[in-house]
C-alpha cells in the first residue's frame, strides 16, 4: 500500500509538472517521438510506462527551465544515462532501496556542501560513522551531535563569508575603477550626485526614503521606500552609510555586493553573495505628520 500511494503522489506530482511544462517543449527538432501504436502486442504495464516516462521528461523541462545547463543535448544524454542506471539499481529488497535513494541523496548534500565550503567530505570517515550510529539506537546523543555540527559548520561559514567579502571588494574595486566611482568604503561606492542642497545627512535625521537595488544589467532586484524614516534606525550597512554620504533632495546610485546590501535574502532573489548590484537611493524631506485631532478636523 505505501509503494502505490507513492506512485500515486508521484504521478500527480508529476502531472502537475506536465501542465507547467506544456508550452515549453523541445525546441531543437530531435528525432520523431514514438507513440503508443509503436510498441506491438500492447499490455497495460506498457501504457503505464508510456505515460510515466512521458511525464517524468516533461518534468525534467520544467527543471531545465530553472537550469538551462540541463538543456543541452549532451546533458540530456548524461541525465538518460543517469536514469537508467538509477532505475536498474533497484532490487526487491525495500531497505536497501531506501539505503540506496538515502545515499545518492547524502552523496549530491555532501557535493554542494563540498563547493559552497571548498572542503572534502571524507566519504570513508562518513560511512564509518553511520555504521557506527546504527549498531544502537541510543548510542548517539542528538543534541551533542547538532551541536558538534552547528559548531563546525558556523566556523566554515565565517570563513567563507570572509573568503566571499576579499574576492567581492576586490571585483568591486577594480569595477570602480573602471567607471571612475567614487569610494566610500571597501565595500562601497558611489556615482556622481544629482541634486541636493545644504548638509549631509546626519543620523537621527528624518527623511523620506526610496531605494531600488538592481543588478548590473539594470534588472530591479527589489524597491523600499519610507516616506518618514529616522537615518541609521534601518537598514543598517550599505544603505546607511550611502545615505550619510547624500544632501537633503539629492538621487544618487551606489554600487556594493549582494551579500552587504541584502545579508543571508540575497540567494533568495538568485544572487551570489560576492555578485556586484547597484542601489539608487532619493532622498526628500520626511513628511509631516498633521497635529489636527479627529474632532478639530470634523469643526
Known amino acids: 500500500m505505501k509503494l502505490k500511494n507513492t506512485l500515486y503522489s508521484a504521478l500527480a506530482a508529476l502531472t502537475a509538472a506536465a501542465a507547467l511544462s506544456a508550452c515549453s517543449g523541445n525546441s531543437e527538432g530531435d528525432s520523431q517521438v514514438r507513440t503508443l501504436g509503436d510498441y506491438k502486442n500492447l499490455t497495460t504495464g506498457d501504457s503505464v510506462g508510456y505515460y510515466v516516462g512521458q511525464m517524468a521528461s516533461l518534468e525534467f523541462w520544467g527543471a531545465a527551465r530553472q537550469d538551462t545547463l540541463l538543456k543541452s543535448r549532451e546533458a540530456r544524454d548524461s541525465y538518460l544515462k543517469g536514469l537508467r542506471a538509477g532505475y536498474d539499481a533497484v532490487r526487491d529488497d525495500d531497505s536497501y532501496n531506501q539505503g540506496f535513494y538515502a545515499g545518492v541523496q547524502l552523496a549530491m548534500q555532501m557535493k554542494e556542501f563540498a563547493s559552497d565550503y571548498k572542503t572534502t567530505v571524507n566519504k570513508k570517515v562518513l560511512i564509518d560513522a553511520f555504521e557506527d550510529g546504527l549498531k544502537n539506537d541510543s548510542i548517539l546523543n542528538p543534541g551533542d551531535v547538532q551541536r558538534g555540527f552547528t559548531e563546525l559548520t558556523m566556523t566554515l561559514q565565517a570563513r567563507k563569508d570572509a573568503e566571499d567579502r576579499m574576492e567581492a571588494e576586490a571585483t568591486l574595486k577594480d569595477f570602480a575603477s573602471k567607471d571612475k566611482l567614487q569610494m566610500i568604503n571597501a565595500s562601497l561606492y558611489a556615482a556622481a550626485a544629482k541634486g541636493g542642497e545644504g548638509e549631509k545627512i546626519k543620523e537621527g535625521d528624518k527623511v523620506g526614503f526610496s531605494m531600488t537595488i538592481s543588478d548590473l544589467s539594470g534588472k530591479v532586484i527589489d524597491r523600499r521606500d519610507n516616506p518618514d524614516l529616522e537615518v541609521g534606525k534601518m537598514y543598517a550597512g550599505p ?39 547597484s542601489f539608487t537611493i532619493v532622498l526628500t524631506k520626511a513628511e509631516a505628520k498633521s497635529t489636527v485631532t479627529p474632532d478639530e478636523a470634523a469643526d
Do not use: D
Open 239 to 277: 544603505a546607511t552609510q550611502a545615505m550619510l554620504s547624500m544632501r537633503p533632495g539629492e538621487t544618487r546610485t551606489f554600487y556594493t555586493y549582494a551579500q552587504a546590501i541584502l545579508g543571508r535574502f540575497a540567494q533568495r532573489y538568485g544572487l551570489k553573495g560576492s555578485e556586484l548590484v
